[in-house]
Nanobody
Framework: QVQLVESGGGLVQAGGSLRLSCTAS????????MGWYRQAPGKERELVAA???????YYADSVKGRFTISRDNAKNPLYLQMNSLKAEDTAMYYC???????????????????WGQGTQVTVSS
């Protein structure tokens, strides 16, 4: 089992920045890919960014050039630096972990198995 704990959400004005953190514990050796999802009220859950054990990254088109996913050491902790925030970035953000290879995890062929409890990001316009 893997436990994921997010932090760093909050309220920010449009154009501002936030950094989310995710700390993993447990059987983290089984994880290949870690990512950030978000879900706004009434909308489907969206994969925002992901990073593999080899450092390969994926970004949703909606955040490319504004968000950066990174990690300090191997898989832990995981960060999401969010710049130039927009009102449409408002959502609950979840850290997630996948045991498959990056391409399969990003495409949803291999599901993200572990999830954090989420941290709220609210961007005021």
């Amino acid at each position: 089992q893997v436990q994921l704990v997010e932090s760093g959400g909050g309220l920010v004005q449009a154009g501002g920045s936030l950094r989310l953190s995710c700390t993993a514990s447990g059987s983290i050796f089984s994880i290949n890919v870690m990512g950030w999802y978000r879900q706004a009220p009434g909308k489907e859950r969206e994969l925002v960014a992901a990073i593999s054990s080899f450092g390969g990254t994926y970004y949703a088109d909606s955040v490319k050039g504004r968000f950066t996913i990174s990690r300090d050491n191997a898989k832990n902790p995981l960060y999401l630096q969010m710049n130039s925030l927009k009102a449409e970035d408002t959502a609950m953000y979840y850290c997630a972990a996948c045991r498959g290879v990056q391409a399969m995890c990003v495409r949803g062929i291999y599901e993200f198995d572990y999830w954090g409890q989420g941290t709220q990001v609210t961007v005021s316009s």
